[in-house]
């Protein structure tokens, strides 16, 4: 599978510096992608997400360090790349769509000017008749008229910056997208439209997408795998509907439970407690003083990945012994 | 029958040339009522809960709380007022002055409202009240609002709302800041709240879903004005206004054998630039006919226990605004005579 990757994130570990220490926000992660494959990657605050989406970019900013692993993009680690090539790597090979589109775009410059920085960047001497023409095509296929590239952010609404955002992203037809929350502060109906629109550019461009976020009601809607971090680790991947029918770590069960439905009313439940501070992270899983199901070597030994269906990994130490996780009540956690 | 516990009549709010809320009647009954608004940005909602707390005096209309008229309250109503409706804000990062510890944040309105007069007093008040929303005295008394998490903030101005021993809270997005996880939690405890303490809660949201949940009526507004409103179960669950049904299937469950697929929506999703003098949501129904740019829809009820303001729904008989406030008594006494 890793011949076939378009991304493939080994052993990966970024590290913040803090006056208490290293704290580990994302620790030990691997996946890899294959073209076309669309991973949602979800977790609570402070899980190391957003942290991960701005590695893979390389856009980790001191206090923070990649402090170890490899980013394998079409094979190659971006991670060894001099800051030239990493510039042409980025929007080519690798875009990002920001969380909250208001803040990426630039308010005292027209949308065009936006767009025509991005492509000159790259491709260098293009004619104006040229960028025009890529402009209205590149509005047009995220579903705004090109007459809005001259207009300025503020003349815009938040869906319609969201796209615009997304149409600079996929200027150049990336390989790879990851988009960090992109829709965290739309409307319903407005958040529906940009994730279809998302859907349909990954599709055209036949791009990887790695979306962050924190609504597993949004990533089932979109992705075709899911990825679940808690405190820095990847605990959990696999295919949507086994993560949502039959998921088989207890913290993915309990983010599924906190979900409320529309179908029959019920009593929410949270997950009760907090993740553990960064700095000083538990022995054993880091999930152990909050699971329902933990026992005595969950506390003294970290659980590793094993694959338990065909693309299916979990770090947890139920398995092999389980063949699925085991019943449990919510309130039966200590906080 | 008693006076309900808010009563809007005839409200339009107006900023400027802009009509956020308009000429809108609803009611709120005496009873541990629990009531979603719910509606996009600009639909007006936190106009509503801004108008409901007394912060602002509609442009036009009354507001009546417990059958009086809150613009001509004496002093002393006034201030009783002000105790019973306790606001809980969407941001726990902004409503906190960092200058002062928890303590203080909670003793402040219990020596405001008089109902300590030390801080011995205050002391056992303010425990409990942090017992009911989930925290503990420990990790949140002596404490600066920084050394506290976004979560563990929102739940002192719930504690905050608690302690005062309220009618009615009305709660602004309290949970659109914090995770799934937490939401969940911090709702629960709001709900536990109106079952164990009987204090009603207008929640106003977005999020259908955690509305559906903790709420017994909905009011779905539109650029200001009431599009459906009833039982949850009925406006949620089998939606009959085309914005309803709009918002309900934008809905993001986690269900797979409800995904939206890529394919556009039959609808614009947000406001196009033509203006109808008749129904605000023409411009973006699918159902739209020509008599909906021209008239405003009137509400109708459409079933005992819900409104809706559209064309389409002529079966219904139609209702005047005084009708309308009746809608959510109307539906319980209904509701009281089938299972009686």
């Known amino acids: 599978m890793s011949g076939a990757a378009v991304l493939d994130v080994q052993d990966l570990d970024v590290v913040y510096d803090t006056a208490s220490g290293p704290a580990r926000a994302v620790n030990r992660v691997s996946f890899a992608l294959r073209p076309c494959q669309r991973l949602g990657l979800i977790g609570e605050s402070g899980s190391g997400k957003t942290t991960m989406g701005t590695a893979l970019m390389r856009l980790t900013r001191a206090p923070g360090r990649i402090a170890g692993g490899r980013i394998l993009l079409d094979g190659a680690d971006i991670l060894t790349l001099s800051p030239r090539e990493l510039r042409a790597t980025r929007l080519r090979d690798i875009a990002l769509i920001p969380q909250g589109a208001m803040s990426a775009l630039n308010p005292v410059m027209r949308l065009r000017a936006q767009m025509v920085d991005a492509i000159l960047a790259h491709e260098p001497g293009r004619s104006k008749v040229e960028l025009d023409a890529r402009i209205s095509e590149l509005l047009t296929r995220v579903g705004l008229d090109p007459v809005v590239a ?22 150049l037809s990336p390989k790879v997208i990851v988009a960090d929350e992109p829709t965290s502060a739309l409307d319903v109906v407005v958040q529906r439209q940009v994730m279809q629109t998302l859907g349909r550019l990954q599709a055209g461009l036949g791009a990887a997408v790695v979306l962050i976020g924190h609504d597993m009601g949004l990533i089932a809607q979109f992705a075709d795998t899911v990825g679940v971090m808690y405190a ?66 969950c506390r003294s030994e970290l659980p590793s990945p094993q694959t338990v269906a065909p693309e299916h990994r979990v770090a947890c130490h139920l398995y092999p012994e389980h063949e699925s996780l085991p019943p449990f009540r919510a309130a039966e956690a200590t906080a | ?63 009546r709380y417990r059958g009086k008229d809150i613009a001509t309250m004496t002093k002393a109503e006034r201030f009783e007022f002000r ?56 990790d949140t008394l002596g404490r600066f609002p920084h050394e506290l998490s976004g979560g563990q903030r929102q739940r002192i101005m719930v504690a905050r709302a608690v302690l005062l021993r309220p009618r009615l ?73 085309p914005y309803s049904q709009l918002l309900v299937s934008s809905i993001p469950l986690p269900d797979l054998s409800r995904r939206w697929g890529d394919e556009g929506m039959e609808v ?4 196009s630039d033509r203006r109808s003098d008749g129904c605000r949501f023409a411009p973006r129904c699918p159902h739209v006919m020509a008599k909906c740019w021209s008239v405003d829809p009137a509400r109708s009820l459409a079933d005992p226990d819900r409104a809706v303001a559209c064309h389409l729904d002529t079966d219904g008989a139609p209702l005047s605004g005084e009708d309308i406030a009746q809608v959510f008594t109307e539906g319980d006494a209904n509701e009281a005579a089938t299972h009686a």
């Not at chain 1, 952010?153 to 200027?171: D, F, N, Y």
């Not at chain 2, 709001?190 to 955690?210: C, M, P, Q």
């Not at chain 2, 509305?211 to 009833?230: H, N, P, R, S, W």
Request: with cysteine; proline share 8%; aromatic share 6%.
């Open chain 1, 232 to 297: 820095g680790r990847l605990v959990e991947i696999g295919p949507v509907a086994a993560m949502i029918e039959a998921p088989r770590h207890p913290y993915t069960q309990l983010l599924i439970d906190s979900l409320p439905g529309i179908d029959v009313k019920r009593r929410l439940t949270g997950i009760p407690g907090l993740p553990p501070p960064l700095v000083t992270l538990p022995d054993g899983c880091p999930f152990a003083p909050r699971c329902p199901l933990a026992h005595d070597r």
């Open chain 2, 83 to 138: 105790r019973e409706v306790q606001p809980i804000f969407q941001d726990p990062f902004d409503v906190f002055n960092p200058f002062y510890r928890i303590d203080h944040v909670l003793e402040m309105p219990l020596f405001r409202f008089g109902l300590a007069r030390t801080k011995a007093e205050a002391r056992p008040l303010i425990e409990d009240a942090l017992e009911r929303v989930g925290l503990r005295k420990q």
């Open chain 2, 268 to 271: 614009p999703a947000e406001q």
């Open chain 2, 169 to 241: 809270i009305v709660a602004d997005e309290p949970v659109s800041m914090v995770d799934a996880s937490l939401r969940a939690t911090i709702l629960d405890e709001i709900r536990d709240l109106n079952r164990n303490l009987g204090i009603a809660f207008v929640y106003i949201t977005h999020d259908l879903t955690t509305a559906f949940q903790i709420c017994d009526d909905i009011v779905v507004l539109y650029q200001g004005k009431v599009a459906e409103a009833g039982a949850v179960e009925r406006v949620i669950g089998a939606p009959k206004h």
């Open chain 1, 150 to 171: 001259d207009r300025y952010p503020h003349e815009l609404s938040g869906g319609m910056k969201q796209r615009a955002v997304m149409a600079i992203a996929t200027s």
């Open chain 2, 1 to 63: 029958m008693t006076a309900p516990l808010v009563e809007l009549r005839g409200v339009k709010q107006v900023y400027g040339g802009f009509t956020a809320l308009d000429t809108l009647t609803l009611s709120v009954p005496d009873r541990a009522a629990t009531l979603a608004i719910a509606g996009e940005s600009g639909s007006g909602k936190t106009t509503l809960a801004r108008i409901l707390l007394g912060f602002i005096e509609p442009t036009q209309g009354e507001v």
